[in-house]
């Protein structure tokens, strides 16, 4: 029988908040998916076009990105799923 070989998931974590960062880390590399962070939104939007990650978790407010008229959002670039939290 051929063994399979699954790909990890890629997750990218963007939440200013540096211990809602670390804790989302720790519990997501548990599962065995690579797991990225961004600090800010536009790291964010960066790292997503970078790494073009399977799933986004976004913290709600993007200050940096509500500022630049135009944006797109990281999902609407590359068709990602995001889950706001």
Do not use: H, W, Y
Not at 21 to 36: D, E, P
Not at 46 to 69: G, K, Y
């Amino acid at each position: 029988m051929e063994e399979v070989t699954t790909v990890p998931k890629k997750i990218l974590v963007v939440d200013d908040d540096r211990e809602i960062r670390a804790a989302t880390l720790r519990l997501l590399t548990r599962t065995g998916c690579q797991v990225f962070e961004a600090e800010n939104g536009v790291r964010g939007l960066e790292a997503t076009l970078a790494i073009r990650p399977d799933l986004i978790l976004s913290d709600v407010a993007m200050p940096e990105l509500e500022r630049r008229p135009g944006t797109k959002s990281s999902a609407e670039c590359l068709r990602t799923r995001l889950v706001f939290a």
